[in-house]
């Protein structure tokens, strides 16, 4: 393994585009059953997650990791599943702030397990923690997330990241048309004071489980709007390029909010994110129906240089683009893979 701070690879694929941020999905298997990832009818109490010796190993995760970072990975992103279930978390995150050329790591979490370790993921290097809250209204709440959690622990875990030093929380709202969308405006309003960024997703075509329906979806146009008439906003610039939220500024100043048009603005010509699933399967796009297998090769002793040519390779034949092909809202015949595989 080369620790070495020597200068990323520049890998481009078919478009030009670098391969930047790695979304890792640490666990397969999740405590909440939201109907829009994981839905309870089908994901029952036999349903068959992975046994524990096909998730990918921590050595094998840290690994994997400095391996795409010698290809120009920069950012991580831990998540799942839900990844607090993941054991050792700590442990592979220590590991992976060692990684000279990774700048940046962050995790996405249902919150219910976050408040009693957030401070050791603090020490182990973690940067950044997203936290998914669909609603401040307990029973909207319940129904977003299959009646697994309440509004108050996830609150709890917010401020509790904000006293172990995570100056700089997201919460992820994901917009179900008639469930939770009568509520995205308390939901900003409660934030705005409490230097917590809320940022609004458009409920996705992710996966086949889900039953997703385009009328299901509440614009990003509609989202933006419903907020600005109370508490009015205007646009900022993002903070780089291919930033997936568009953001907008309370216009006192005092917070902001992102938008995530993945439906009605597709945003895949800046998009250098590239997903590990739990059970060690690259994908090259949320929607990608050609994952890889890398725990084969990780497993059989492949060398170091051997997996970054087949990552490599893969990366550098890449033309997904599956948000830009989903012209005029119409969902496109495939067999993608689950967001609790993928992780979002
Ligand atoms: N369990 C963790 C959580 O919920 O934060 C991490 C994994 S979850 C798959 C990552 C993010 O994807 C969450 O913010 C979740 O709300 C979002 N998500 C899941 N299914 C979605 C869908 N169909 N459309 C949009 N966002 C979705
Ligand atoms: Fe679990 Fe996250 Fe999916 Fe909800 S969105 S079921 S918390 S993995
Ligand atoms: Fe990236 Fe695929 Fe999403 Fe387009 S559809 S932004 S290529 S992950």
């Given at each position: 393994m080369n620790n070495s701070a020597s200068p990323p690879l520049t890998l481009r694929d078919k478009f030009g585009r670098p391969m930047r941020d790695l979304r890792i999905s640490v666990m397969d298997k999740c405590n909440f059953r939201c109907p829009y990832c994981m839905p309870a009818e089908i994901f029952g109490a036999d349903y068959d997650f992975l046994p524990n010796h096909q998730l990918l190993s921590d050595d094998e995760l840290i690994r994997l990791a400095h391996l795409f970072a010698e290809l120009g990975v920069t950012k991580l992103r831990i998540t799942g599943?839900?990844?607090?279930?993941?054991?050792n978390l700590e442990k592979i995150i220590a590991a992976w702030a060692e990684?000279?050329?990774?700048d940046d790591i962050a995790m996405t979490t249902?919150?219910?397990?976050l408040k009693p370790v957030v401070q050791r993921l603090k020490d182990a290097g973690l940067h950044r923690i997203t936290v998914s809250l669909d609603s401040l209204d307990e029973t909207v709440f319940s129904t977003m997330n299959g009646a697994k959690s309440s509004v108050s622990r996830v609150l709890e875990a917010i401020e509790a990241s904000q006293a172990a030093g995570f100056d700089n929380m997201k919460v992820n709202c994901v917009v179900k048309r008639g469930v939770n969308d009568h509520t995205i405006v308390d939901l900003a309003r409660y934030f705005k004071s409490r230097n917590v960024i809320v940022r609004y997703i458009e409920y996705m075509d992710v996966g086949n489980l889900n039953g997703w329906r385009l009328d299901d979806v509440v614009t990003a146009e509609d989202i933006f709007k419903r907020i600005d008439a109370e508490l009015p906003l205007e646009p900022v610039p993002p903070n780089y390029r291919g930033e997936v939220a568009n953001r907008y500024r309370y216009l006192d100043g005092e917070n902001e909010i992102g938008i995530v048009a993945s439906v009605t603005k597709p945003f895949c010509g800046d998009c250098t994110r590239v997903r590990l699933s739990a059970a060690g399967e690259y994908y090259?796009?949320?929607?990608?129906t050609n994952q890889l297998d890398l725990r084969t090769p990780l497993r059989d002793g492949t060398s170091d240089q051997g997996l970054k040519e087949i990552i490599a390779g893969v990366w550098s034949q890449r033309v997904d683009r599956y948000s830009e092909l989903r012209t005029s809202f119409t969902r496109l015949p495939r067999k993608g893979a689950e967001m609790y595989r993928l992780g979002g």
């Open positions: 599943g839900e990844p607090l279930i993941r054991p990684i000279p050329t990774i249902n919150g219910y397990f090259t796009c949320l929607f990608g």
